[in-house]
Nanobody, 125 residues
Framework: VQLVESGGGVVQAGDSLRLSCADSSGTAMFSGYAMGWWRRRPGKDREFVAAIRTSGTTYHLVFLEGRFSISKDNAKNTLYLQMNSLLPNDTAIYYC??????????????????WGRGTQVTVTS
């Protein structure tokens, strides 16, 4: 897979954004990839945001649950991250990642072999 994120931008606190991560390789095996979203906030390490297994089971960082939601459309070879009630603290570069098959540790960035270049999300107060 070759991953390209889009949908970032500058928004105000309380707004919503939907990030997309499209596979540009056109693989017919997209459904076989487990995927995730990560972010890097200013001055901080990369952190896990959400993941989705090949079965469709999802995981979210606990304190983001309820505001952020990951989903995957295998027919469109696209991963999504719906972000609601955005806060200035959500300002970050958001990256999508993929691995073939499911990982025992979906929260380990080393489990993912494919990464996009990221999309910037800036939330103003």
């Amino acid at each position: 897979v070759q991953l390209v994120e889009s949908g970032g931008g500058v928004v105000q606190a309380g707004d919503s954004l939907r990030l997309s991560c499209a596979d540009s390789s056109g693989t017919a095996m997209f459904s076989g990839y487990a995927m995730g979203w990560w972010r890097r906030r200013p001055g901080k390490d990369r952190e896990f945001v959400a993941a989705i297994r090949t079965s469709g089971t999802t995981y979210h960082l606990v304190f983001l649950e309820g505001r952020f939601s990951i989903s995957k459309d295998n027919a469109k070879n696209t991963l999504y991250l719906q972000m609601n009630s955005l806060l200035p603290n959500d300002t970050a570069i958001y990256y999508c990642a993929a691995r073939w098959g499911d990982a025992a540790n979906y929260g380990d960035p080393g489990s993912y072999g494919y990464w996009g270049r990221g999309t910037q999300v800036t939330v103003t107060s």
